[in-house]
């Protein structure tokens, strides 16, 4: 079955650094891949898409993925982490079901991205 | 900018209840989803809804639940009798007929069965 796996239920950063958070997805058919972002009391906010095409996707807020097909990952990065960036971040794959695609998302367990000043 | 709504944000209820979820999706989406995220695991899949009727359901989705769009702006997930276990967040989500399948959020329903 489909997974989606996050290394690091929690990631720290200061602020200005580098912020690597790590998604992997288990499949023989690459899905579509998606990060998905969650401030506390909101609902999950779309940062960014992979969907065959471009593998260096770019998304809102400065971040962006690169989706490498022979690690089966999909990590999401941004050069410099702001205070604002501190929030809940999940990884996730919409499979192909049969021989479709319903849309439903497989969420990995969630990072939480904190940002000390 | 268009956004998918839930209420209630928080619904408390007994064992053996049952309860209706109510969401609206965005007008002119097609596809329709519920999931649920119980407190520190991992948001999961329910079931997903297109032209009338569940395209696909998660095993959690068993007889107690139900999904319902009784018009066309509301999309309800009902619960029959409740248990501890299903207190959760349940995000309702929507997206577009298009080839992206980004779905869009809502903020969620807390269910907190006592």
């Known amino acids: 079955a489909q997974s989606v796996t996050q290394l690091g239920s929690h990631v720290s950063v200061s602020e200005g650094a580098l912020v690597l958070l790590r998604c992997n997805y288990s499949?023989?058919?690459?899905?579509?891949l998606f990060w998905y972002v969650q401030y506390p009391n909101q609902g999950l906010q779309l940062l960014l898409k992979?969907?065959?095409?471009?593998?260096l996707v770019k998304g809102i807020n400065g971040f962006e993925a690169e989706f490498k097909k022979s690690e089966t990952s999909f990590h999401l990065t941004k050069p410099s982490a702001h205070m604002s960036d501190a929030a809940e971040y999940f990884c996730a794959a919409s499979p192909f079901f049969g021989s479709g695609n319903t849309g439903k998302l497989i969420f990995g367990q969630g990072t939480t991205l904190q940002v000390k000043p | 900018e268009p956004e998918v709504t839930q209420t209630p944000s928080h619904q408390v209820t007994q064992m053996g209840q049952e309860v209706i979820l109510r969401c609206v999706p965005i007008s002119n989406h097609l596809y329709f989803y519920w999931y649920r995220q119980i407190l520190g695991q991992k948001v999961e899949f329910l079931v997903s809804?297109?032209?009338?009727?569940?395209?696909?359901k998660s095993e959690i989705f068993d007889d107690q639940f139900s999904v319902e769009r009784p018009d066309g702006s509301n999309f309800t997930l009902k619960i029959r009798s409740t248990k501890l276990e299903d207190s959760a967040m349940y995000f309702c989500?929507?997206?577009?007929?298009?080839?992206?399948?980004?779905?869009?959020f809502g903020p969620g329903t807390r269910l907190t069965v006592t």
């Open positions: 992979y969907t065959s095409a471009a593998t």
């Open positions: 809804f297109y032209n009338n009727e569940i395209s696909e």
């Open positions: 989500a929507s997206r577009f007929n298009d080839g992206g399948y980004e779905q869009y």
């Open positions: 499949s023989s058919v690459p899905p579509y």
